[in-house]
């Protein structure tokens, strides 16, 4: 009997794919400030979409990424401020080089997990993958990838749906389209960050305002 709930335990598992890899770690560190916590978050669940594939019930890839709208940059600097105990000119500073930023590129973070590193190729000349950011004036590609590295509990501080073993990546993409349109036009919605390669594809929509 035992060995038939066994059997039967392990089919349920394998029956429906995870959402998530295993979590893995210490837990992302938090603000003290539990109402100041739970808006941050509720903040970055806006503003980042999360998508995995698949083949088979063999995970290719987690990603997650997180656009940097300039509602979302404040809120950011402004958590760092509360975790670093910075002084209100220090904030004011790193303010003005977020607006800035967000004037000259649309920027994603982007986060992936792979259980192959030979995939783990996003900032390479010859990446397998594709990267796009759609939206109702057409789709653009990056202008910028750099890897920022593991992450660590800083980075899980800021995007804490990452986890050990994943890795970041900083992604920028142009303004205004070659016609001269924004990229991004006034009063849309929704937006669409697309990574495509052989592997698959994942479509990962954000909030855009």
């Known amino acids: 009997m035992k060995?038939?709930?066994a059997t039967g335990a392990l089919l349920g598992m394998l029956s429906g794919c995870s959402t998530m890899p295993p979590a893995v770690g210490e837990q992302a560190p938090t603000l003290?400030?539990?109402?100041a916590e739970a808006a941050y978050r509720a903040l970055l669940h806006k503003y980042s979409g999360q998508q995995e594939i698949y083949d088979g019930f063999d995970t290719r890839l987690f990603a997650g990424v997180t656009i940097q709208t300039m509602t979302f940059r404040?809120?950011?600097?402004l958590r760092q401020a509360a975790f670093q105990v910075l002084?209100?000119?220090k904030v004011e500073e790193l303010l003005a080089e977020e607006r800035a930023e967000a004037a000259q590129v649309h920027e994603f973070f982007m986060a992936v997990h792979v259980n192959d590193y030979r995939y783990l190729d996003f900032d390479f000349k010859k990446t397998i993958w594709r990267m796009a950011l759609v939206t109702p004036a057409g789709e653009v590609t990056p202008?910028?990838?750099r890897r920022l590295g593991r992450a660590d509990l800083e980075m899980r501080a800021y995007y804490p749906y990452t986890s050990v073993f994943w890795v970041g990546y900083e992604?920028?993409?142009p303004t205004v389209m070659a016609s001269g349109q924004p990229v991004i036009p006034p009063g849309t919605?929704?937006?669409?960050f697309r990574l495509a390669s052989s592997l698959g594809q994942?479509?990962?929509k954000v909030s855009a305002q």
């Open 143 to 145: 202008v910028r990838i």
């Open 87 to 89: 002084p209100p000119p």
């Open 202 to 204: 994942a479509e990962l």
């Open 32 to 35: 003290h400030d539990e109402n």
């Open 74 to 77: 404040e809120a950011r600097v």
């Open 3 to 5: 060995k038939l709930l």
């Open 171 to 173: 992604v920028q993409f």
């Open 189 to 192: 919605e929704q937006v669409t």
